[in-house]
């Protein structure tokens, strides 16, 4: 199924003949087979956001449907790895191609070639349902990899077998009720912007320890809660999200790096693999993800890395674990939304925001909680998400910060006065708030 392209404005490019596409679909684009998503749908003719540069396209370039919508590989391998918005691992792009990114390079998101020790958990006649936990791989020192089986599958297990394979081999066989026979692999793809199913949220009622004594006291986090940072330019934003990444006691840390300074991602990258982690004494980086779409890299990549590491992050929250999501910064995510937004023509909202600014945020920070994860075992895991917000001058006024404060229950404004004064994490205490003070209490008293 192709289309051709008709109009390129940036990473806006629009395209006929395609009537049989969806909403959502990833298509590729031109002769270098560029990523792109279809944003809107208009008789046959598509708007599709690229998300890769797209220079040098020009009206006439064919245009290929993939019938899917953008999704991510999940499975053994992601742990320590660093990848950019749409889930491309940089190192393995850097063996291929050199430091610089060329266009349409196409590396699969998890090693094919590499084996990994499956150790079988279920035996055959098991009857399972989504979500169940059929075997374990030792991914890092810290994690236990737990492969489960697709939340849309249920069924009888007829083969499983322990030993190393690559994540694309058959590791087991699932009958399904109507008496097909389903290979499972090690890796299962999600489309991005749909959450991964639960059994049961539940309201946030233990304290995620983050290591600072600012946040501890007085304005703690709930494991599976949600926090906002603002601040102005150099008011330590980034650092906070530093520390956060490295002393919270959490599991598993998703790191977005989105819209902000690369140096920024340099610093994670250098750090991380030094510093020990006080609960395993392993390296940092053995139970890290990293997520780089920074300011110098394809805006419409950044609107989508924010739902590629909340998607990696409820994968491993299915698990059982608890896992933290930190996106530094949800402006510059807010920003790639305006772009878009703008080159498709839409009504412009508050201060040129699309009108739908809010409902985004809301479905990011929605994803966090704490929830009975599917399976028929009693497993319960966590997702915290922590987003930084970057008011243009520091003014919380402005469309991002107001429609995050109504969403997140807890505030840690940073203030520039404070941070002057190298007073560090410059958290104002006057204006700064924690919702899950009640909640907590109970677990506090015990």
């Keep these: 199924m192709s289309g051709k392209i008709v109009k390129v404005s940036g990473p806006l490019v629009v395209a006929t003949g395609l009537a049989d596409a969806n909403m959502s679909d990833v298509v590729r684009v031109g002769p270098q087979h560029l990523i792109g998503e279809i944003l809107?749908?208009?008789?046959?003719?598509a708007s599709i956001q690229v998300y890769e540069e797209t220079s040098g396209l020009g009206p006439g370039a064919e245009v290929v449907t993939t019938?899917?919508?953008?999704s991510v590989e999940l499975g053994p391998g992601m742990i320590e790895g660093i990848y950019d918005g749409i889930q491309r691992p940089l190192e393995k792009i850097v063996e291929k191609v050199g430091a610089n990114i060329t266009r349409g390079v196409e590396v699969p998101a998890l090693d094919r070639e590499k084996q990994w020790d499956f150790t079988a958990a279920v035996t055959p006649g098991t009857k399972v349902v989504g979500g169940d936990v059929i075997g374990t791989v030792p991914e890092t020192p810290v994690v236990l990899h737990k492969i489960m089986v697709p939340p849309n599958l249920s069924g009888t297990i007829t083969e499983i077998q322990s030993g190393s394979f690559t994540v694309e081999e058959t590791v087991a066989t699932l009958r399904t009720d109507k008496g097909e026979d389903v290979p499972l692999t090690m890796v299962q793809k999600w489309p991005v912007r749909v959450g991964r199913?639960?059994?049961?949220?539940?309201?946030?009622k233990r304290p995620l320890c983050s290591g600072q004594r600012v946040i501890d006291t007085m304005f703690p986090i709930a494991k599976g809660g949600t926090a906002a940072v603002p601040g102005p330019f150099g008011s330590g934003k980034t650092v906070v999200q530093h520390q956060l990444a490295k002393w919270?006691?959490?599991?598993?840390v998703v790191y977005i790096g989105c819209g902000e300074r690369g140096n920024e991602m340099t610093d994670v990258l250098r750090e991380f693999p030094e510093l020990k982690d006080p609960r395993t004494g392993e390296s940092l980086m053995k139970r890290t993800v990293l997520i780089a779409n920074t300011?110098?890299?394809p805006v419409a990549?950044?609107?989508?890395?924010?739902?590629?590491?909340?998607?990696?992050?409820?994968?491993?929250?299915?698990?059982?674990?608890?896992?933290a999501v930190i996106a530094d910064s949800t402006s510059r995510w807010a920003e790639a939304l305006r772009e878009m937004s703008g080159r498709l023509e839409e009504m412009p909202g508050e201060e040129g925001y699309?009108?739908?600014?809010?409902?985004?945020?809301?479905q990011f920070y929605e994803r966090a909680g704490s929830v009975a994860c599917i399976g028929s075992d009693e497993r319960r895991g966590?997702?915290?998400?922590?987003?930084?917000v970057s008011p243009p001058g520091g003014d919380l006024s402005e469309p991002v910060a107001q429609a995050t404060m109504r969403i997140v229950k807890v505030f840690w404004a940073l203030d520039s006065s404070l941070a002057y004064k190298r007073h560090f994490p410059a958290i104002n205490w006057l204006n700064s708030y924690s919702l899950y003070l009640d909640s907590l209490k109970p677990w506090f008293d015990e």
Excluded: N, Q, W
Aim: no cysteine; net charge negative; aromatic share 10%.
């Design 40 to 45: 809107t749908m208009k008789g046959d003719s």
């Design 382 to 388: 966590s997702l915290t998400a922590v987003g930084a």
């Design 248 to 252: 919270s006691d959490v599991d598993i």
């Design 295 to 297: 300011s110098d890299m």
């Design 301 to 323: 990549a950044r609107e989508a890395s924010v739902y590629t590491g909340i998607t990696i992050a409820e994968y491993f929250r299915d698990m059982g674990y608890d896992v």
């Design 67 to 70: 019938g899917a919508p953008m």
């Design 197 to 204: 199913p639960y059994k049961h949220k539940y309201p946030p």
């Design 354 to 362: 699309p009108a739908y600014l809010a409902s985004r945020l809301a």
